[in-house]
């Protein structure tokens, strides 16, 4: 790994958090599988060696839960969905480079290896744990076969996670008045011995390789706090059936030669042959086209040749509430046995509707499938998803704003543009207008457009790419617009073709920076532009070559959404959710995340419904500039009498301190509050509350007041940026 700018002489892997064998896929989980796409592709067009990897999660208790439930076995029920998702996937335009699944061969003989390589270098240890046992059915209840209370809130929760209440992990031996979900039986604790990962060591690397980890901010800033509070131990080993067996130490030598030794009746926790999914799944890849075209080892193992010390440059593309694993436990696995360590870690925001979570279990979302049955194309999903927001924020959908976004900018800028543009070309100059080279204020804007692409793929921003293209078109329009080429054709010929060959080299730049987001629209744009080849061979380079086509005559991208069809969209969304709600309660549930999300740690414990949409309604970054935020430090605070809520702050701001009111008596502990570093709108108006005049305004998140603060040692007075 380099961490030189792509593109890099190192060999790039992209991986996907691997979907949950456990239900259909809805638009919340495709926002990662098309993040990455459009990520991986990118990668391409800037030359990057780049694979494009990811697999069907298969194990974990839900899958062996609700396979019973069905009366199949684990590994049938799995595969079918598996088999499901690689059909899915392709419908979209998300074309992985391998995908595999991590009940497969190639991920059971790297999964033990590496869990060997682990106990040999002294990272696995025994502990005695207590485990739900059923006395009646004679059998352990690990994860999702035990559920009972929660006990830190008191909720019903699952063996696992505090599902209906806190959202907390719960370790095994962790839920109060625990009961078999297979029997209802009551379960009793017995101590079983279960493998430990010792995580804990590696606190001092994994800090500071979150110094080193590229990608979206939420997947540095997060774990931190993690590390802060003291990491925990894995336990890594649980008591079922259905999973990749847990070598044993006994067994080292048999693995080496091939055998299939296992400790008694333990398999490996799903968390920990899921990530290694992403290096068999490499493997796989490989091995069908060669070393040659791609050398899995040289990307994924340190000092595995001369020209890669350090492997390669590894991505990693998922859900935020799963950015523990891939931060905390992934990296120290891999560096405990000498692989290579992610560059970057793109964590991606959930997609609410009306603020909502997802739900698969109420039917509250929108389908893959029923979106594709709607008719719709699946480049303009690809855009929607992969621009409308930062890509770790949370995207609230309607179909209002899909249309929106479609109407104005797929087809009103960069539909518009292509068309007008093609098609007077067409009309006017047969197999397409004549030029050395496009002008250069035309040739400067496409490099421009070319470097803001390059720098969109080094910010690791999907919504830049976009913005690089609908720019770029946008420029395309006041270009056509300004020259009037339609009142030149007669009285200056020659100017006029110019025009409109310049036009046709900014369709040619479009078709290129345009492929990572509408692959198969630029395939289509770059075969009415006449160009040899697929779009999908050429890098960054093409854009800024002059047409040598012939030009065909164009037809129209991008297809207007109705007024009408939002209508009848979302009378039907409308009513499958009542309908749901009738059967199921009012209740709701966050589950956008994408690998194993039914066994995921939650790392979010907000409720999504109590989640507003994000504001439409944008501000420019001038009118951000004249925000004066800065960090103070509260000195003295005194509830103020006569108000219930209100307390008297005296905040230090570094250049002057200040008298602040601020509704906090209620939920926070006054007498705790000085010394409390805090965010303060510095240039709030001035306003008198029981007779205090409030001069600020202290910032907080939520109806809690969750107080806003510095993770660093920025001082009182430092202006937040």
Request: glycine content about 8%; hydrophobic content about 35%; charged content about 30%.
């Amino acid at each position: 790994m380099s961490h030189d700018d792509f593109p890099t002489a190192d060999p790039a892997v992209v991986t996907c958090g691997l979907p949950y064998a456990n239900g259909d896929l809805h638009i919340g989980h495709l926002r990662t599988y098309v993040g990455g796409d459009v990520y991986s592709r990118a990668l391409d067009r800037l030359g990057q060696e780049t694979a494009f990897v990811s697999g069907s999660d298969m194990h974990g208790t839900p899958v062996a839960v609700n396979a019973e439930q069905e009366g199949v076995s684990p590994e049938a029920f799995a595969l079918d969905w598996h088999e499901r998702y690689a059909a899915t996937f392709p419908k979209f335009n998300v074309e992985f480079d391998n995908y595999g699944h991590t009940h497969d061969e190639t991920n059971t003989a790297v999964t033990q290896e590496l869990v060997r390589d682990l106990d040999e270098a002294g990272h696995l240890y025994e502990k005695e744990i207590m485990v739900a046992y059923d006395p009646v059915d004679d059998q352990y209840l690990p994860d999702r076969y035990v559920e009972g209370t929660c006990p830190y809130c008191g909720a019903h929760a699952r063996g696992d996670e505090c599902d209906e209440g806190c959202q907390r992990h719960l370790e095994p031996g962790e839920v109060e008045d625990p009961e078999s979900t297979i029997t209802g039986n009551p379960a009793e604790y017995r101590e079983r011995t279960h493998k430990f990962f010792a995580v804990s060591e590696f606190a001092d690397y994994l800090s500071e390789f979150l110094d080193r980890l590229e990608g979206t901010s939420n997947a540095r800033n997060q774990p931190r706090e993690w590390i802060e509070q003291g990491l925990q131990d894995w336990c890594i080993t649980r008591d079922m059936d259905w999973g990749i067996d847990m070598p044993g130490g006994e067994a080292t030598e048999s693995l080496r030669e091939g055998g299939e030794a296992a400790e008694d009746d333990l398999v490996l926790y799903v968390w920990v042959d899921a990530p290694i999914e992403y290096i068999a799944s490499t493997k796989q890849y490989s091995e069908r086209v060669g070393a040659d075209a791609f050398d899995w080892e040289a990307a994924w193992k340190e000092g595995a040749s001369d020209d890669h010390l350090e492997g390669g440059e590894i991505v990693h593309v998922i859900g935020r509430d799963i950015i523990q694993h891939h931060t905390i436990f992934w990296p120290a696995m891999l560096e405990a046995t000498d692989h290579a360590e992610p560059r970057a870690v793109m964590a991606s925001g959930f997609v609410t509707l009306d603020g909502k979570g997802f739900s698969t279990s109420r039917d509250r979302a929108v389908w893959a499938d029923e979106y594709l049955d709607e008719g719709f194309h699946p480049d303009p999903l690809r855009y929607y998803l992969a621009t409308n927001g930062g890509f770790q924020q949370d995207v609230d959908f309607s179909w209002e704003k899909f249309a929106e976004r479609v109407n104005t900018e797929l087809v009103g800028t960069v539909g518009n543009f292509l068309y007008r543009s093609l098609l007077f070309a067409h009309r006017n100059y047969e197999g397409g207008p004549d030029a050395d080279a496009p002008s250069d204020e035309v040739a400067a804007r496409i490099d421009e457009a070319v470097e803001e692409f390059a720098a969109a793929v080094n910010d690791y921003s999907v919504r830049a790419l976009g913005d690089a293209v609908t720019d770029l078109a946008r420029y395309g329009n006041e270009y056509i617009q300004r020259n009037e080429p339609w009142k030149l054709v007669d009285e200056e010929p020659a100017e006029a073709e110019r025009v409109i060959y310049d036009c046709v080299a900014l369709a040619k730049a479009i078709a290129v920076l345009f492929e990572p987001l509408a692959p198969e629209k630029s395939e289509r744009l770059w075969e009415q532009l006449g160009e040899p080849g697929s779009v999908h061979d050429v890098t960054v380079e093409a854009a800024s070559e002059g047409p040598a086509g012939d030009l065909s005559e164009p037809t129209e991208l991008f297809e207007q959404v109705e007024d009408e069809r939002v209508e009848a969209l979302n009378e039907k969304l409308e009513a499958r959710v009542a309908e749901s709600k009738s059967d199921d309660g009012d209740e709701s549930e966050a589950d956008d995340g994408d690998e194993n999300d039914d066994d995921a740690e939650s790392t979010d414990d907000t409720d999504m419904t109590d989640i507003e949409p994000l504001s439409d309604d944008r501000i420019s970054f001038d009118d951000f500039q004249e925000l004066d935020i800065r960090v103070g430090r509260i000195e003295e605070a005194d509830g103020i009498e006569g108000a219930d809520d209100l307390v008297k702050l005296t905040v230090d701001l570094g250049a002057e301190t200040r008298t602040i009111v601020a509704g906090l008596k209620q939920l926070h502990d006054v007498d705790d509050l000085p010394d409390t570093k805090v965010i303060v709108l510095a240039n709030m108006e001035k306003a008198e509350l029981f007779g205090v005049e409030s001069n600020g305004m202290v910032l907080a998140a939520g109806e809690d007041a969750d107080l806003l603060t510095t993770y660093e040692d920025a001082g009182p007075g430092t202006k937040v940026k």
